[in-house]
């Protein structure tokens, strides 16, 4: 009896037909609608394999390897859990039991009596009441200095918005500052201090009828070529729909158009600004080459911000900044002041800091002050041993109560960065617990500890971790690679831009990949915000079960501290 194969290849046919069909679909629906994450955005389809791959890890932990030599997975799956407004909440497997990420040496002291959730009161770091406008913090968790073309304008963007949305801090980093740090601002014709180019009626009208978010992006980018030939300014714009504008900062307004620090309402939240040894954007042209603050353009940009930060070292980078030329595009070379695609390499020292000349510099913090309407100015310091900081506390124990560096940011040996020597990384600088000790020691030495805040800026993921930095006595917590990981980096290490692209879009200036972060970034403003608020949320409940009533009462008295030398040190102090 002769088989006809002829319906059962037409089935199979059919079947294989359909589920091409299928996956053509859901690469459509990766690539065009969803808003949820990144990768699937700039690999549809394929992005979805390395969640597959993702949630069968664990099945094969035991048989394979885990990634713990950075950051414990705990400590990842804590923060990508509450970042999806969860509660964080561990079963039995997720303890420590390789103490890989227990600290014997700085264990907290549980009370006898803990108060509950609605009995605390948590007292905020006040910056500082001797200037004319003090910054005052609304949490304890802050992020820490990423610059802009470090990181994309897409990623600037939804962090800045998700702090100012979790009414945290949020630092500029130390190449300049953008319409992307101020995305809560709403355009407005009276605002001076804004340029705009208007949308033809009937390009908008096109616009609304688009379907699908990744569509209508790349509308914006058609609309902006017909109104400006030049491509890749539009980075330096964002879209206001109802004006049907786009706009930006006009740094050439004068001074008088820009707000004053009064103006500063909720809409600015809490921007601090960065300034670093090259001083992108603040430089004065002088016909020797030489390093001289552009006073009225550092005022302009200091009006957005509620602090100034002067960076003297950064543990990851001991000296120099680095931005690749991969990412020093058009937009960013004109940000800065700088010719295109070539290697930015910053001095190895601030150009106002001299050994021997600590009073000058000091100087300089007061006119940077005075110059910025009165608002808080500090320095951000790696410490190796007591010299790093010592010069500048005796310096302050010297000067009136009202002068001086109102915070000092002590960045850990674990501090990041995306493009780091690793000979500096390995060297140099102190675990932050370490650190902290060192400086609060001489803050109290020099009796000038209630004269300054100190923030601990390093990777400090999670509430147990700041915890025990807020103890030995940090006053607030600055983080940039945890806020980073809630924004949903997958830490592929390409942040350099040197090896390849960020595969996210979040670290990258290529348009292409940064397109599939756009696609998703009012998704990660929420993620970003939820993990601000649950890292909070539980350093308040550590403070609780230690038994005081706000996260700034911790101390040493909370703490058992196992190492004779340093219980030698506490009792003699």
């Given at each position: 009896?002769?088989?006809?194969?002829m319906?059962?290849?037409?089935?199979?046919?059919?079947?294989?037909?359909?589920?091409?069909?299928?996956?053509?679909?859901?690469?459509?629906?990766?690539?065009l609608?969803?808003?949820?994450?990144?990768?699937?955005?700039?690999?549809?389809?394929?992005?979805?394999?390395?969640?597959?791959?993702?949630?069968?890890?664990?099945?094969?932990?035991?048989y394979?390897?885990?990634?713990?030599?950075?950051?414990?997975?705990?400590?990842?799956?804590?923060?990508?859990?509450?970042?999806?407004?969860?509660?964080?909440?561990?079963?039995?497997?997720k303890?420590?039991?390789?103490?890989?990420?227990?600290?014997?040496?700085?264990?907290?002291?549980?009370?006898?009596?803990p108060?509950?959730?609605?009995?605390?009161?948590?007292?905020?770091?006040?910056?500082w009441?001797?200037?004319?406008?003090?910054m005052?913090?609304?949490?304890?968790?802050?992020?820490s200095?990423?610059?802009?073309?470090?990181?994309?304008?897409e990623?600037?963007?939804?962090?800045?918005?998700?702090?100012?949305?979790?009414?945290?801090?949020y630092?500029?980093?130390?190449?300049?500052?953008?319409?992307?740090h101020?995305?809560?601002?709403?355009?407005?014709?009276?605002?001076?201090?804004?340029?705009?180019?208007?949308?033809?009626?009937i390009?908008?009208?096109?616009?609304?009828?688009?379907?699908?978010?990744?569509?209508?992006?790349?509308?914006?980018?058609?609309?902006?070529?017909?109104?400006?030939s030049?491509?890749?300014?539009?980075?330096?714009?964002?879209l206001?729909?109802n004006?049907?504008?786009?706009?930006?900062?006009?740094?050439d307004?004068?001074?008088?158009?820009f707000?004053?620090?009064?103006?500063?309402?909720?809409?600015?939240?809490?921007?601090?600004?960065?300034?670093?040894?090259?001083m992108?954007?603040?430089?004065?042209?002088?016909?020797?080459g030489?390093?001289?603050?552009?006073?009225e353009?550092?005022?302009?940009?200091?009006?957005?911000?509620?602090?100034?930060?002067?960076?003297?070292?950064q543990?990851?980078k001991?000296?120099?900044?680095?931005l690749?030329?991969?990412?020093?595009?058009?937009?960013?070379?004109?940000?800065?002041?700088?010719?295109?695609w070539?290697?930015?390499?910053?001095?190895?020292?601030?150009?106002?800091?001299?050994?021997?000349?600590?009073?000058?510099?000091?100087?300089?913090i007061?006119?940077?002050?005075?110059?910025?309407?009165?608002k808080?100015?500090w320095?951000?310091?790696v410490?190796?041993?007591?010299?790093?900081?010592?010069?500048?506390?005796?310096?302050?124990?010297?000067?009136?109560?009202?002068?001086?560096?109102?915070?000092?940011t002590i960045?850990g040996?674990d501090?990041?960065s995306?493009a780091?020597?690793?000979?500096?990384?390995?060297?140099?600088?102190?675990?932050?617990?370490?650190?902290?000790?060192?400086?609060?020691?001489?803050?109290?030495?020099?009796?000038?500890?209630?004269?300054?805040?100190?923030f601990?800026?390093?990777?400090?993921?999670a509430?147990?971790?700041?915890?025990?930095?807020?103890?030995?006595?940090?006053?607030?917590?600055?983080?940039?690679?945890?806020?980073?990981i809630?924004?949903?980096c997958i830490?592929?290490?390409?942040c350099?831009?040197?090896?390849?692209?960020?595969?996210?879009?979040?670290?990258?200036?290529?348009?292409?990949?940064?397109?599939?972060?756009?696609?998703?970034?009012?998704?990660?403003?929420?993620?970003?915000?939820?993990?601000?608020?649950?890292?909070?949320?539980w350093?308040?409940?550590?403070?609780?079960?230690?038994?005081?009533?706000?996260?700034?009462?911790?101390?040493?008295?909370?703490?058992?501290?196992?190492?004779y030398?340093?219980?030698?040190k506490?009792?003699?102090?």
């Amino acid at each position: 009896m002769r088989i006809n194969y002829m319906p059962i290849l037409l089935r199979m046919l059919v079947i294989v037909a359909w589920i091409i069909a299928l996956l053509v679909l859901i690469a459509a629906y990766d690539g065009l609608f969803q808003k949820e994450n990144a990768v699937k955005a700039s690999f549809p389809l394929l992005g979805r394999f390395r969640y597959v791959f993702h949630e069968l890890r664990p099945l094969f932990r035991q048989y394979f390897w885990d990634d713990d030599a950075f950051t414990p997975r705990a400590i990842i799956d804590w923060i990508l859990h509450v970042a999806k407004g969860k509660s964080g909440y561990f079963a039995f497997d997720k303890f420590d039991t390789t103490w890989q990420f227990h600290d014997p040496d700085h264990q907290m002291i549980h009370a006898t009596a803990p108060y509950n959730n609605d009995e605390m009161e948590p007292v905020y770091p006040l910056i500082w009441e001797k200037r004319k406008h003090p910054m005052q913090f609304h949490t304890y968790f802050y992020r820490s200095a990423m610059s802009l073309g470090s990181l994309g304008f897409e990623a600037t963007y939804s962090m800045s918005k998700a702090c100012a949305n979790a009414h945290a801090a949020y630092n500029t980093g130390e190449w300049w500052l953008s319409v992307h740090h101020i995305p809560n601002v709403p355009f407005s014709f009276d605002k001076k201090y804004f340029k705009h180019k208007r949308i033809p009626k009937i390009a908008v009208a096109i616009y609304k009828l688009i379907p699908g978010i990744r569509l209508k992006n790349r509308r914006m980018e058609f609309l902006w070529d017909t109104i400006q030939s030049k491509m890749w300014t539009r980075d330096l714009f964002l879209l206001c729909k109802n004006n049907r504008v786009f706009y930006t900062i006009d740094w050439d307004q004068p001074l008088s158009s820009f707000p004053k620090p009064e103006d500063l309402g909720p809409e600015f939240w809490q921007i601090i600004f960065q300034v670093w040894s090259w001083m992108y954007g603040l430089r004065k042209k002088t016909t020797d080459g030489s390093i001289e603050l552009d006073r009225e353009r550092f005022q302009k940009v200091a009006s957005f911000a509620r602090a100034i930060e002067v960076k003297l070292a950064q543990w990851a980078k001991q000296t120099w900044g680095i931005l690749k030329a991969e990412k020093n595009t058009h937009t960013i070379s004109q940000i800065r002041g700088v010719h295109p695609w070539i290697d930015l390499i910053s001095p190895n020292r601030f150009p106002f800091y001299e050994a021997g000349k600590e009073k000058e510099f000091l100087e300089f913090i007061e006119t940077a002050s005075e110059k910025s309407g009165g608002k808080p100015v500090w320095v951000k310091v790696v410490i190796s041993d007591r010299s790093n900081v010592e010069w500048i506390v005796k310096e302050l124990a010297c000067l009136p109560k009202k002068k001086g560096p109102d915070f000092i940011t002590i960045d850990g040996w674990d501090g990041g960065s995306g493009a780091a020597p690793i000979a500096l990384g390995i060297l140099f600088g102190k675990k932050i617990y370490d650190a902290l000790e060192i400086v609060i020691d001489i803050l109290n030495e020099y009796k000038v500890r209630d004269r300054v805040k100190v923030f601990a800026s390093s990777k400090l993921y999670a509430p147990h971790m700041s915890a025990r930095a807020m103890a030995l006595g940090a006053d607030a917590i600055g983080n940039a690679r945890s806020i980073m990981i809630a924004g949903w980096c997958i830490r592929a290490g390409l942040c350099s831009g040197e090896d390849g692209p960020c595969p996210v879009g979040m670290a990258t200036m290529k348009k292409n990949k940064r397109r599939g972060y756009e696609q998703v970034q009012e998704k990660k403003v929420e993620q970003i915000a939820n993990y601000i608020k649950a890292h909070n949320k539980w350093l308040i409940q550590v403070a609780a079960v230690a038994g005081v009533k706000s996260p700034s009462d911790l101390s040493l008295d909370h703490m058992v501290i196992k190492r004779y030398e340093k219980m030698e040190k506490i009792m003699n102090r």
